[in-house]
């Protein structure tokens, strides 16, 4: 892909920057290897529920995570294998050491 389209631009700025808070970044890996509920993401990264509830709402909305109901819980996951892959990429990019020389 050499071009990318304004609307496409536009749309994929939007979830950079939605996953540019840190704790939506969290919450995102926190659901990358298996599903989790609310209350696990919350207990896990020492945030209410009710403000994981509202990212989560958003993280959604983007199509970066998806849902299912169990029971009482709803647990999330990572939407598909780009998000896993794109994420962990940047992880393993920022913990690699600086090899820049002038």
């Known amino acids: 892909m050499t071009a990318l389209p304004a609307d496409k631009a536009a749309q994929l700025a939007e979830v950079f920057h939605l996953i540019g808070d840190p704790s939506r970044l969290r919450i995102v890996f926190a659901c990358l290897d298996e599903p989790v509920c609310v209350s696990d993401i919350a207990a896990q990264l020492a945030l209410s ?3 994981v509830s509202h990212h989560l ?3 959604k909305a983007a ?3 998806d849902s299912e ?3 009482q ?8 294998h780009h998000i896993r892959h794109v994420l962990n990429d940047m992880a393993i990019h ?3 050491p600086d090899d820049f020389q002038e």
């Open 49 to 51: 529920q009710s403000l």
């Open 57 to 59: 709402r958003l993280l």
């Open 63 to 65: 199509r970066l995570l």
């Open 69 to 71: 109901r169990r029971g």
């Open 73 to 80: 819980k709803i647990f999330y996951w990572a939407a598909d």
């Open 94 to 96: 920022i913990s690699e």
